[in-house]
């Protein structure tokens, strides 16, 4: 099939790359001239496992193609995906300005009939809105043609994308046609050959279904957090509880691992939306407003633990800090736990040095780029130099089995925060350490 992908962040590159990787043709569309010229040489904007081998492959196959001419791309295309970002809003709304931008200048420069597939985290009823757009520049040049509206979720962790879009655990379609059920379905079966994942429904049940899916993990995620808290107060060892519940099959042991708290482009932008959609439809959404509100004091449980043990005044002291992005395998840092600790510590007056494989440069030019006494060291045990503790924020594989003996050489004292209790089996209070954790100490 030709197929158009407008926008070339995460969600647009990753699904334009694994389209044309099953032998579709792709055009992928961006406004941003400057990353086009950089896709064009090779140059990937993000970081994701396997996606520049992917893309470097498919465009010397000429299977993938990238633009910033919608309206070259679109004379020959079948379905147009619109994969722009949502950002949040003040009031915690998705802002949907760019993809009704995309929505009008589809229906400006459309000339046969198109699918157009909402592949952006969207709310409910969206999918009128672009319908009405497009309609809109359709009626404005006097034109009839006809047009479907497709509401097609994505899925992908971060990390692990590549392999959430070759082989995904569904594939969720909402269409109002037979044509675009059936076109859509043509599209995703080299994707799901070896078991039907095909989940055809209306439309607003699909762009209800992404909400839905990650505020359930959200609350997971808090929900565990909670418990850990309450573990810590009473004297049991979250990491025991973990594994007691964990063994119903009604609830696994997916999401259920005390830590530090979430965050990524996902889960808190899409939880906060929720709860802007149930508000502006007249209902309180207090399990979603509890499931923020646990994440949100959750990102300042280690520094708390750290101020506790080294007091509120921490001039003179330096942390070694491992971990900057939200979880391992990606350079995403929105809304990482790692900001919001480093910013308590420094604030009273530490000093941090950081490593992470991957977001330093995020941490530095962006998230972090304002905030005094950080050094970023290219190496783990580089942080740990003349440092007062290790801080275990991302759980990197590389960080899984360190060398605590070159850990306790290195530090002035053996002291351990673990935000993702990585370490709980290593019996390091036994090797020397003062080891703090989520839900233990």
Known sequence: MKLIVIG?????????????????????????????????????????????????????????????????????????????????????????????????????????????????????????????????????????????????????????????????????????????FEKMR????????????????????????????????????????????????????????????????????????????????????DVKALKKIAEENGYEAQLISSVEEVNNRQKFVIAEKVIKRFGEDLRGKTFGLWGLAFKPGTDDMREAPAIYVIKELVKRGAKVQAYDPKAMEEAQHFYLKDVENIAYKNAKYEVLAEADALILLTEWKEFRSPDFSEIEKQLKTPVVFDGRNQYNSYNLEERGFEYYQIGKN
């Open 8 to 180: 070339t962040g995460y969600v647009g590159l990753v699904s334009g790359t694994c389209f044309s990787e099953m032998g579709n043709k792709v055009t992928c569309v961006d406004i941003d001239q400057e990353k086009i010229n950089k896709l064009h040489k090779g140059i990937i904007p993000i970081y994701e496992p396997g996606l520049e081998k992917m893309v470097l492959k498919n465009v010397e196959k000429q299977n993938l193609f990238f633009t910033t001419k919608l309206e070259e791309a679109i004379e020959e295309a079948e379905i147009v995906f619109i994969a722009v970002g949502t950002p949040m809003g003040e009031d915690g709304s998705a802002d949907l300005q760019y993809v009704l931008a995309v929505a009008k200048e589809i229906g400006q420069k459309m000339n046969h009939r198109l699918i157009v597939v909402d592949k952006s985290t969207v709310p409910v009823g969206t999918a009128d809105k672009v319908k009405a757009t497009i309609q809109a520049e359709l009626d404005k040049r006097n034109v009839a043609i006809e047009f479907d509206v497709v509401s097609n979720p994505e899925f992908l962790k971060e990390g692990d994308a590549i392999n959430d879009f070759m082989k995904p655990d569904r594939v969720v379609i909402g269409a109002e046609s037979e044509y675009a």
């Open 186 to 269: 043509q599209l995703y079966t080299p994707f799901t050959m070896t078991n039907d994942r095909f989940i055809a429904m209306d439309v607003r049940s699909a762009e209800m279904t992404k909400y839905a899916a990650n505020a359930m993990l959200a609350t997971k995620i808090s929900f565990m957090n909670e418990m850990a808290n309450i573990c810590e107060r009473v004297g049991a060892d979250v990491n025991n509880v973990r594994a007691g519940i964990g063994s119903d099959s009604r609830i696994g042991y997916s999401f259920i691992y005390p830590g530090a708290g979430y965050g990524g482009s996902c889960f808190p932008k």
